[in-house]
């Protein structure tokens, strides 16, 4: 079993920044691929970004892209999401996942691990 655990959130006003981590006590990333995701109250869990933690490729939703930054450290086994710019619509539960094959994909179900989430609200 794999432990993620997600810090970072908070409230933050339209137009300014937050920083997520992901951290998995006890475990090495090789080649995964890891994704952050987000779910509003009464949506769906949606697509945020994601990241091969061997080669470093990335992919973003349209709706972040330009605003958010996917990335990891190796050394410290952590991946972060920082996020500027931020907008009420991101408004959200932001989740990390962590898949067991390398392919980088935007879809919930073909992740195997998730942290417990940490709230974002942005107030305009």
């Known amino acids: 079993q794999v432990q993620l655990i997600e810090s970072g959130g908070g409230l933050v006003q339209a137009g300014g920044s937050l920083r997520l981590s992901c951290a998995a006590p006890?475990?090495?990333?090789?080649?995964?691929?890891m994704g952050w995701f987000r779910q509003a109250p009464g949506k769906e869990r949606d697509f945020v970004a994601a990241i091969n933690w061997s080669v470093g490729t990335t992919l973003y939703a349209d709706s972040v892209k330009g605003r958010f930054t996917i990335s990891r450290d190796n050394a410290k086994n952590t991946m972060y999401l920082q996020m500027n710019n931020l907008k009420p619509e991101d408004t959200a539960v932001y989740y990390c996942a962590l898949a067991r094959w390398s392919n980088i994909v935007t879809t919930a179900t073909q992740y195997d691990y998730w942290g417990q989430g940490t709230q974002v609200t942005v107030s305009s």
């Open positions: 006890g475990r090495t990333f090789s080649s995964n691929a």
